[in-house]
């Protein structure tokens, strides 16, 4: 692979160089700075269907998604008409709309589980919430995560976390008082006897157990044989309160997420990425049992300024109608062209003698660059990123935007065709020669 990329960057890097004067690493979210990757990060400057473009007026095909939302691809067009109606009538209220509820109607369609739901701007916000909840309900301080899972940014949930923290290699974050984790508990994902453990150590302490039903964050890890069952059965006897975070998983391994798949009933959900299709929203539900005790039900306390936000819930409702209505032959499609995709890319790093373990559900995808098989922190972290690295930049230099960090999941979307998935295997062709260094 030559060092200097195939494509021009020199418009990305000027954009890049003005960013990082006023930005910390010229970014908004670490792992867009391609820390883990190297090379020049593309500015994109427009998004249609499964492409996007970049200043240099680079063509991608793109599997990050905005990493999970489009589901539907770049500027939909009656998600844009939505987006765009909501805004000739106003942007933001900080007041209840109509919109809000048409959301909730919708999200309770596809989470029957779920009696009542809050929404709120990020999965960071709806994980935080779901944990503060869950601690109010059960009056008990513990919880419980997984290494390699990640929640978003809340300070008690930056314990051995996935996605950017795994990316960047850091252990947590500073500025997180031992203080704030002492109550947080991070054990190996898909070690049922891990969670026994921690429920005989700490018997009547644990207020809740929150995982990634299908982890994305250490790559594309889903639970093995009944796991999830299991840690269903634990925290119902246990009476702690299981927390599936589908922000990643909902609307997108099912219609109705996760919990969809593996029919299992959490007793609260977090949600966020797709549910806003593209804008800012999170949120979280259950039982009225449970959220009735949100204010001003009840006496725990969140509120956001934009919270439920018009444009934001236009975006939502569009996505997530437009899922409901054509479920029949968008879940199919993904399904069959993300099995293509990476039996194909598998392939041909065998070809290419390269040692790689695809995971995959649905149309969330790893290929990992190791042997395999990777199902928890300890075999994702086995796998040689340098040698992903290598792949990641002969990907982007043949048109194609993986997420650049080994310890993500990738994303198709309905957008996606049979030619996509047909010029990304001979993208990967070409990669592959490159990886084996
Ligand atoms: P946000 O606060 O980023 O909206 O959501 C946090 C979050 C919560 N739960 C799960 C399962 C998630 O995957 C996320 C966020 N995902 C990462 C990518 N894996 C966001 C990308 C980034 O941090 O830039």
């Given at each position: ?115 009542k739901?809050r929404?709120v701007?990020?999965?960071t916000e709806a994980t935080m919430s779901a944990i503060r909840l869950a601690r109010a309900y059960t009056k008990r301080k513990y919880i419980v995560k ?5 929640h978003g940014?809340a300070d008690a949930l930056l314990v ?16 997180v008082p031992?203080e704030f984790i002492q109550f947080t508990l991070a ?11 921690a429920f005989?150590?700490f018997k009547h302490q644990i207020a809740c157990v929150i995982v ?23 925290t119902?006897?246990e009476k702690a309160v299981l927390i599936f975070d ?20 959490p007793d609260l959900t977090t ?13 979280y539900g259950g039982p009225?049992e449970i959220m009735n005790l949100v204010a001003?039900l009840g006496p725990m306390y969140q509120a ?134």
């Amino acid at each position: 692979m030559p060092s200097t990329p195939s494509r021009k960057t020199e418009q990305s890097r000027r954009l890049r160089e003005r960013a990082e004067s006023m930005i910390p690493g010229g970014v908004n979210s670490p792992v867009r700075a391609f820390g883990a990757v190297g090379g020049e990060p593309p500015f994109i400057v427009r998004g249609k269907g499964s492409r996007i473009w970049d200043a240099d007026e680079n063509e991608f095909i793109d599997y990050l998604g905005s990493w999970g939302p489009l589901i539907l691809g770049h500027a939909a067009e009656h998600v844009l008409d939505a987006i765009v109606g909501a805004a000739c009538n106003g942007t933001s209220f900080g007041a209840s709309t109509p919109a809000e509820a048409d959301l909730a109607e919708l999200a309770i369609s596809a989470f029957p589980h779920i009696q009542k739901v809050r929404f709120v701007s990020s999965g960071t916000e709806a994980t935080m919430s779901a944990i503060r909840l869950a601690r109010a309900y059960t009056k008990r301080k513990y919880i419980v995560k997984f290494e390699g899972c990640y929640h978003g940014h809340a300070d008690a949930l930056l314990v051995k976390a996935g996605s950017g923290v795994a990316t960047l290699g850091i252990p947590g974050s500073a500025g997180v008082p031992e203080e704030f984790i002492q109550f947080t508990l991070a054990l190996p994902f898909n070690n049922i006897t891990a969670v026994e453990h921690a429920f005989q150590r700490f018997k009547h302490q644990i207020a809740c157990v929150i995982v990634e039903p299908v982890v994305g964050n250490m790559g594309c890890v889903p639970g093995v044989d009944d796991y999830l069952v299991a840690l269903r059965m634990i925290t119902e006897r246990e009476k702690a309160v299981l927390i599936f975070d589908e922000v990643m998983t909902g609307f997108r391994v099912a219609f109705g997420g996760a919990q969809e798949l593996y029919n299992i009933r959490p007793d609260l959900t977090t949600m966020g990425k797709i549910i806003g299709g593209g804008l800012p929203v999170g949120a979280y539900g259950g039982p009225s049992e449970i959220m009735n005790l949100v204010a001003p039900l009840g006496p725990m306390y969140q509120a956001g300024t934009l919270s439920g936000n018009p444009l934001a819930m236009a975006a939502g409702c569009a996505t997530v109608k437009y899922l409901r209505e054509h479920k029949e032959e968008i879940y199919p499609k993904l399904e069959k062209l993300s099995e293509q995709l990476v039996r194909g890319v598998a392939a041909a790093a065998k070809d290419a003698g390269v040692t790689l373990c695809a995971n995959r559900v649905g149309s969330m995808f790893t290929w990992f660059f190791t042997a395999g098989p990777v199902t928890d922190w300890e075999s994702a972290a086995r796998s040689n990123t340098e040698q992903f690295a290598r792949f990641f930049r002969g990907m982007l230099d043949n048109g194609v935007y993986l997420p650049p960090s080994q310890y993500e999941a990738a994303f198709l979307s309905a957008a996606h065709s049979e030619e996509d998935v047909q010029e990304t295997i001979a993208a990967a062709k070409r990669a592959m020669a490159a990886v084996r260094g």
